[in-house]
Every structure is written in C-alpha cells, then in structure tokens.
C-alpha cells in the first residue's frame, strides 16, 4: 500500500473511495464460452478486486490458467441455473451470440431464483438483431439508420429473388436470416452464379434451418471497421473501434474466416468520422431499443462500412466480436467488473471509461487447412517465451498435461505500440517463439491501413 498516498490524499478522494466501497462489492462471476473473446473477457475480470473467483463454462487451456473451467454447454440453461445456485454467482457474463439468441436473458429474469443475478447481455428480442438479418434490417430502416438496400425471400417465392437480384449491380450479397456461424454471407459477381446461390440457400438448405429465408442487398463498396457500444438500456458508452480481417490469405483474399487479426484503434476513424456513427447509428440504434421496449443490456457490435465519407451498418452482432475483443480490451484500463456492475445497475452515465491510447495489434494463429477441413490435436510449444505480448487462447484444450489444438482459431497475439508498425512488429516477432503442427497465420494484418 502507498501510504505516501493515503497521508497526502484528499479528502474528496478518501470520500470516494469509500463510496465505491460502498456500492460494488467482489463476487464470483461466471463467463459463457470457450474462445479467444473469452478467455480475453477472463483475463480482463481477474485482473479486477471486485472479482472474488471466476468460473468459465467451458473455457479453455488459457482460461484454465487463470479461472476454474466448468463443463457446461452455455445453452443448457437448466445445468447453468444448477451451477449459479450452488456456487453464489452474482454475475454473468455471456460471450457467444447462441446463448443470447435462445434467451438466456429472459431465463434468469422468469426464474425466481436468479432474478437478482444479472445477466451481461441482451434479451431474447434484443439478440434477434443478430439472430434475424430481416429483423435487423427492418430495425436499421424503421429508425432511419443508413443501410444498404434489400428484400428478403423464401423458398416459396424464389423466383422473385431472381428477378430482385437483376435489379441490382454486381457484385451479389446474400446472407441466410439465421446464425450459421459466420458462413452465412455470400458475395459473388456473376448474376447467374448468385441465382445458383439464393437456390441453393432457400431450395437446398445449405445452411439448414439458418437459410430458410436469404435476405439479398445491394453491395456498398468502401472500407469495413466494427464500432463496439455498451448499454445499459438508458445510455450508452462507445468502446474502442478495431478493424479485423476476415480473408484467410494475404490481401484479404481466399475464403472467409471468423477473423485472422485486429486492429484497435482504426486509423481513418476521426472524429468527425465518429461523430457521424455516433449521430447516425449510435443514438438511433439505442433510441429505437428504448421506443420499443427492448430489454437490452450489453454489447452491441456495430458492422460497419466507410462508403465516401460516410458510415452504413452492414450489420449488428449483439455481443463483443472475435478476435476484436483480444485487442478492444487490453485497451479498457477501467475495471471491467465495475463497468458491469453500472451497466447491470443501470448507472452506466455516471461512468467514466478509461481506455490506452497506444495502438494494439492482435495476430490470429490458425490450423492448416482452416476455414476448410483441419485437425485438432496438435502440441503447442513456445508461449511461455512471450514476453510484452498477450496469448490469448481460442481452439485450445490440456490433453496429457499438454496444451493442444481443439479449434480452427487457435490462439491470438496481442500487442501494444506507439503506433500500427510497432504494434504488428511486436505480435509477428512474438509468434516467431510459438509452433504447433501445421500452425497458419497471415503476416500482412493492417496492411490495408
């Protein structure tokens, strides 16, 4: 303890301490999930007073470090509600959009029991912003928030999906309604390979139950960037921006990921430019939650695009994103389970986020032959040599006592620097000490900026 600081300390400052004394408390926590967003949201709460012990369900090798891992599915809701009770959980923190979809929100505010506890995340109608492409773009257009145009169909009038399609210039953007897991969007720049595609999504369920309605739009064309915002149903905080890379090779070119790197903050968003998305997207976004009764307190990542000078949403995700989150926040210096607590209490206005202004770069490390057919299994060698990096763990598991691959996305690298080149020359040099079979990483991750 500095006791220099408490002698000289003020007054005021003793007179707040206390009063955060007062109003946040330590509890035990539970995380939803078992990637690379959560073992950085794990990572993050421990590192906080407030945290009396934290368990994750499933987790991870990184999480297994640093937390207690729970052999629990995040949508089995009765086991949940089981382990919440038998281990006084105060909070949850939900990391995948599944969970929030089928209503994990609403489970805990109908039952008796877990009233009390909050839930970090939005309710069952909230997450249909992510859950529905249709709900979302019927959202963004009643609220009068840019966006680009489009029709949604089914199988049943497939047809007048073709001739919707003909209207529009390529290239052809198609995306199937429901989650598929980040597969579901489709962009082709020939017309009658689109029409192939609307057939095989409606007509051939080629993404099952998520594609029993394609919504098609016109394709905009600029520079992507993701917008992160805290709610807590009356306000808002805007978090970090970060820009990832979706593309599996370099130039962002071969199939799409669920992400190969990051970038926080994003250089061509100034604020003018900011100021626009917080104007034309931000505080629609939270006034048309508000007009219609939505229970929303959580995340809202905002997908968004650049066309001009100006800003359109692509799409929302009603949680943090993956591997954005592995570089938004190593860049929140608050207390991350305080933030909570104001967001759970509804006092997010009186909060004050506190974030690094250096530039961090995060690296994806992925199995050969990802996003396609991989292996799991491989030993991982080296992290332990990282130093002034951050490894978060995404597809890892401990067999025999050894770290393995257990994912696509195996781990991610985090690092700080005074600007992008020294952030992304941290990461890469760092990943020089890491190997496992087969092990992929593109080495171009804001080549773009």
């Given amino acids: 303890m500095n006791f220099f600081f408490e002698r000289k300390g003020s007054i005021f400052a ?42 994750v369900a499933p987790g991870n090798a990184g999480t297994a470090q640093i937390a207690q891992n729970v052999a629990i599915d995040p949508n089995d809701f009765p086991t949940i509600k089981q382990f919440v009770l038998e281990n006084t959980i105060e909070m949850v923190v939900v990391g995948p959009e599944d969970p929030l979809v089928n209503g994990i929100y609403d489970f805990f505010k109908k039952e008796p029991s877990l009233q009390s506890i909050p839930v970090i995340g939005p309710s069952k109608v909230g997450a249909q912003l992510e859950g529905s492409k249709e709900f979302a773009k019927q959202f963004l257009v009643k609220n009068n928030i840019p966006t680009a145009k489009y029709m949604s169909f089914t199988a049943e009038n497939v047809q007048e999906g073709y001739l919707f399609l003909e209207t ?3 290239p052809y953007v198609l995306k199937a309604d429901g989650l ?9 720049n020939e017309i009658e390979a689109a029409k ?10 080629k993404f099952g ?24 149903g009356k306000t808002y905080t805007v978090l970090p921006t970060a820009k990832d890379y979706k593309r ?8 799409n990921t669920g992400g190969m790197g990051a970038i926080s903050p994003v250089p061509f968003a100034t604020k003018e430019f900011m100021q626009k998305i917080e104007e034309r997207i931000v505080v629609p976004t939270i006034n048309g939650l508000k007009k219609e009764d939505i229970e929303y307190k959580g995340f809202i990542f905002i997908g968004l695009i650049k066309v001009g000078d100006d800003p359109f949403v692509i799409e929302y995700n009603v949680r943090m994103g993956d591997p954005e989150t592995e570089v938004v926040l190593p860049r929140i210096k608050s207390d991350m389970v305080a933030l909570f607590q104001a967001v759970a209490s509804e006092s997010l206005a009186s909060f004050t986020v506190e974030l690094d202004t250096r530039t961090a770069a995060t690296v994806m490390l992925v199995a050969g032959g990802y996003p396609e057919a991989y292996e799991k299994g491989a030993v991982i060698n080296g992290t332990e040599s990282v130093h002034d990096s951050i490894v978060f763990h995404a597809g890892t598991t401990i067999k025999n006592g050894q770290i393995v691959s257990n994912g696509g996305r195996v ?12 952030a992304t020359k941290k990461s890469y040099q760092n990943i020089e000490k890491i190997n496992f079979d087969k092990m992929y990483y593109r080495k171009d991750i804001g080549f773009d900026l």
Avoid at 30 to 47: D, I, M, P, Y
Avoid at 180 to 188: D, F, H, M, N, Q
Avoid at 248 to 255: A, S
Avoid at 411 to 422: C, I, N, P, Q, R
């Fill in 14 to 55: 003793k007179r707040t301490l206390l009063v955060r004394l007062k109003t946040t408390h330590s509890m035990n926590i539970l995380v939803l999930g078992s990637g690379g967003r959560e073992h950085a949201f794990a990572w993050k709460l421990t590192q906080s007073p407030l945290c009396t012990k934290l368990f």
């Fill in 168 to 170: 529009l210039q390529p």
């Fill in 180 to 188: 598929a897991a980040g597969k579901g969007v489709v962009i082709l």
């Fill in 196 to 205: 192939a595609e609307l057939k095989s999504m409606l007509v051939d369920a």
């Fill in 209 to 232: 139950a998520a594609s029993t309605k394609v919504v098609i739009e016109e394709f905009l064309d600029g520079i992507e960037l993701s917008c992160f915002v805290l709610t807590d």
């Fill in 248 to 255: 599996i090779g370099e130039g962002d070119k071969g199939l």
């Fill in 411 to 422: 781990l991610a690298v985090t690092s700080f620097g005074d600007d992008l080149h020294e």
